[in-house]
């Protein structure tokens, strides 16, 4: 087939354009180098960043596509050795799709992900290349692409300034070596966020070795190799491992609180310095996913549920929710992190995971891990969250539930399965973990059952019966669990779902005056009360309490003896002291006291109302403390 002149000249016009990039107009007319910031480096040096303007730039030889105005850094990749340090080896592996194929990480630097109707991508496909500059700058006019290349808000730095900046929130080597041991043996086999922990500890070794040899000495001198976006970004994700590392550290609790929020402090000013708003990295999404993990077992749940909107639209934004996208580990995360909160305050989901379905091996294979059935958990858990489906009454949708969990937690590894299994001290924590975790989705499903309901709902035995057994199971594995770790009662999660377990079995009229789950009661009341460990003045010791303050205690405690009292005399006898009449006890306990209904709000919600509603004697309860 002839191909005439005119097409040729296109092609090759074509070719020739994605091979081009762009020095600012000043550092082009005094033909010097220009490291593509905005303002670049030689523009703050001549002390003229207003005039540095790439809309007049001309074209200049160079290995890779890179749009107008974004950040390079060439001295980087020279002889570093340094792997996700670097500013352009940094995860080498991410692979990111679009569109119009599969991509390195080196060459997207400044990719953001468009869907397949957007103008970008149908320009992505229409050009011979899938990289093209004009498809890219379309998406710069169209104002789909961030252009500032230094983060916004913040002062207006120079290079040195910058650099200074980092130095002084740097990680020491005593503390690397002191934290990660405890995030790597303690935090991480419980939510595996590191989408590659062997290569995370080749770059950790590789920061060593640079601190070792200088490096970061010199205040006036800048080591191009850790200054740029995502060397600073890895080191983020190293300062957010160790604050939590430093949170379930052995050390005393108000040491422990303020080595962590350091910690956490200084890896969000590190993705600052970064830019991780405009140029999300993943070593910036993991570094985001631990810090709000950390928030939320620190008792901030709140605010890591709002910083997990930010991360999951940021990885939206590398395209990694998509099916084509080879890296779905730090999306994985964020479902389960976002599934488990949003569980929790009964919140409608952030993530959607139609974009890559599970494997159909996955319900045929035998010995799946705990990390493969967590993250089937969470999508139950999402499942739960959606909207009702048209047709199928909520008993018939918990039972469909309760069988894909009972499906998969069969296909698990011997361990999992049963504890009788468990060969190691791991095997037993991994299996009480998981233990909680299921019991807290079973209740979850089981919920539309245990709620008074006028409507008869279908299967509401076998509802109620698992619900039972679940907050029953949930309790006994977090006795067990914490006896052996303090993972249970350093993790949101956990001390969240036997809290909640608690509460039902204390208000539930089938668990309320069970002789098993009260003794269950008592020993969890027991175990967040520490009475061991008292102080000199009878209250609860700053060290073993965490987030959870007395006064929940008290409320717990409280709620539990004002069940008792129910239960052991009439209820004029509360009133006879006072002086006060009774008012008629209908024998329902929530209207008595107009509390709301505790199957419709989340339990957290209901612990702060009981302890903001005056409506008992806390000094009768002073023992338990």
């Known amino acids: 087939m002839a191909v005439s002149q005119d097409e040729a000249d296109r092609v090759l016009r074509l070719k020739s354009r994605a091979r081009e990039a762009h020095a600012c107009y000043p550092c082009r007319k005094r033909k010097v180098k ?10 703050f040096r001549r002390k003229h960043p207003h005039i540095c303007s790439y809309q007049l730039a001309g074209p200049r030889e160079t290995s890779s596509p890179v749009p107008a105005g974004s950040a390079r850094n060439a001295k980087s990749s020279e002889g570093s050795g340094c792997r996700n340090v670097d500013g352009d080896t940094a995860n080498d592996s991410i692979m990111t799709a679009d569109a119009g194929g599969i991509h390195s990480d080196e060459a997207s630097k400044n990719y953001v992900y468009s869907g397949d109707n957007s103008v970008v991508s149908i320009l992505r496909l229409r050009a011979s290349d899938a990289y093209d500059s004009v498809a890219r700058e379309v998406g710069s006019v169209l104002g789909l692409q961030n252009t500032f290349n230094a983060y916004p ?18 990680p020491q080597r005593t503390e690397v070596l002191k934290f990660f041991h405890y995030y790597r043996i303690t935090a991480y086999p419980f939510n595996p966020i590191l989408a590659d922990m062997d290569r995370f500890e080749s770059d950790l070794c590789t920061y060593l070795n640079g601190h070792a040899n200088g490096d970061f000495r010199d205040t006036d001198k800048i080591i191009d190799r850790w200054a740029s976006d995502k060397s600073i970004g890895h080191i983020s994700l190293l300062l957010a491992t160790l604050a939590a590392g430093a949170h379930y550290s052995d050390i005393e609790y108000p040491q422990r ?12 000013h590190a993705l600052r310095l970064a830019n991780f708003l405009f140029r999300p990295s993943l070593d910036i999404i993991q570094a985001l996913l631990i810090v709000g993990n950390t928030l939320q077992n620190m008792g901030q749940s709140d605010a890591a549920w709002a910083l997990l909107g930010t991360t999951t639209r940021l990885a939206q934004t590398m395209g990694l929710h998509t ?15 976002d599934s488990l909160l949003c569980l929790c305050y009964d919140r409608p989901a952030i993530v959607s995971v139609s974009g890559w379905p599970l494997d159909n091996s996955f319900f045929e294979r035998q010995g799946l891990s705990y990390t493969e059935i967590m993250h089937f958990l969470t999508r139950v858990g999402l499942d739960i969250l959606g909207p009702e489906v048209s047709g199928i009454p909520p008993g018939d949708r918990a039972i469909e539930y309760l069988q894909h969990i009972d499906n998969v937690f069969q296909k ?28 807290f989705c079973v209740s979850v499903a089981c919920r539309p059952a245990m709620k008074q309901s006028q409507e008869p709902i279908s ?14 199971d949930a309790s006994r594995a977090f006795l ?18 036997v809290l ?29 009360s520490a009475s061991d460990s008292r102080s000199d003045d009878g209250s609860m010791a700053e060290t073993d309490r965490q987030w959870l303050s007395a006064r929940h205690i008290r409320a717990l405690v409280t709620l539990r003896g004002a069940l008792d009292r129910e239960v052991d005399r009439p209820v004029e006898d509360e009133y006879t002291a006072t002086g006060q009449n009774a008012p008629p006890f209908n024998g329902n306990f929530d209207s008595y006291f107009e509390m709301p209904n505790a199957f419709d709000i989340s339990p957290v919600t209901y612990l702060d109302s009981i302890m903001n509603v005056p409506m008992f004697d806390f000094t009768q309860e002073g023992s338990f403390l």
């Open 257 to 268: 609180l303020e080595l962590t929020t350091d910690f956490a402090r200084r890896s969000f």
């Open 153 to 170: 808000f913040m002062d207006s730095k120079t290079p040195h300034e910058r650099w200074h900046s980092l130095l002084e929130i740097l």
């Open 480 to 497: 067990d669990f914490q006896a052996l770790s303090v993972v249970p009662l350093r993790s949101w999660s956990m001390v969240h779902t």
């Open 500 to 528: 909640s377990s608690t509460l039902l079995l204390c208000m539930w009229e089938e668990t309320r005056n069970d002789p098993e789950c009260r003794n269950l009661q008592q020993r969890v009341i027991d175990v967040f």
């Open 459 to 472: 299967h509401s035995d076998i509802l109620r019966s698992r619900a039972k057994g679940s907050l029953i």
């Open 412 to 439: 698990s590894q011997p361990h999992l399965f049963a504890r009788d299994n468990c060969t190691s001290l791991q095997q037993n924590l991994e299996h009480l973990a998981l233990k909680m975790h299921t019991s």
């Open 34 to 43: 220009c490291d593509g910031h905005n303002p670049c480096r030689t523009c």
């Open 323 to 337: 099916e084509r996208s080879t890296i779905h580990w730090p999306e994985s995360t964020i479902v389960w992190q």
